[in-house]
């Protein structure tokens, strides 16, 4: 069941109330499923919308990286696609490719006024993902800047080296025909484009 204000549950419950008792069953389970499918309450659709203010540094018709408004430093910038994908394992070939470009032309950048950059990517609920929204988060790195972003060493052996290499080969996706996508970010006269457009709308 979505969570739902309980306004959203008082119109439910009156439009059931209107229905012939027979049909009210199935009309609920109707509307639950229109919930549950329904992205329209992720922050990161909101965003691309334009129903929540942003500070943009980068927007094409696909993409968009704003800056996040409780930065792990100054200059922390999001990226994500504009249509709604939950997951890494749910980008087309054309997305992935096209969002790291973007997020290489953003490194650049602020890798000229910081002493490094973490691309840091999230994904599953177990990780405390509270919207299932593809995001990557560029970092500008500082010295002594108090991110961790660091994982503990676990020794491994050459037999169970071997045995995540065999579960890992024997995962990975079948390969796709896909659509080409209109506006596919392919070249550096886009990127100067945009962001040359973006920079005009500075305030």
Known sequence: ?????????????AYLQTLPENEREEKLNQIIATYE???????FCLMSEGKI?????YDDPNYIAVLEINPANPGHTILFPKSHISSITNLSHVDTENL????????????SFSDGVSL??????ILGKRFDHFVINIIPRLKDDDVHLVTKP????????KEMREKILANLPKE?????????????????????????RRP
């Not at 676990?154 to 080296?161: A, E, M, V």
């Not at 080409?180 to 973006?198: H, M, N, Q, W, Y």
């Open 1 to 13: 069941m979505p969570k739902l204000s309980k306004e959203e549950m008082d119109q439910i419950q």
């Open 37 to 43: 499918k329904s992205p329209a309450q992720c922050p």
């Open 53 to 57: 203010q942003t500070t943009k540094v």
């Open 100 to 111: 790291f470009k973007i997020s290489k032309i953003l490194s650049t950048s602020i890798l």
């Open 120 to 125: 840091y990517v999230e994904d599953g609920k």
């Open 154 to 161: 676990k020794p491994s052996t050459p037999d169970s080296l």
């Open 176 to 200: 796709k025909k896909e659509e080409p996508k209109k506006d596919v970010v392919d070249d550096t006269p886009l990127f100067s484009k945009e962001f040359s457009r973006i920079s005009k």
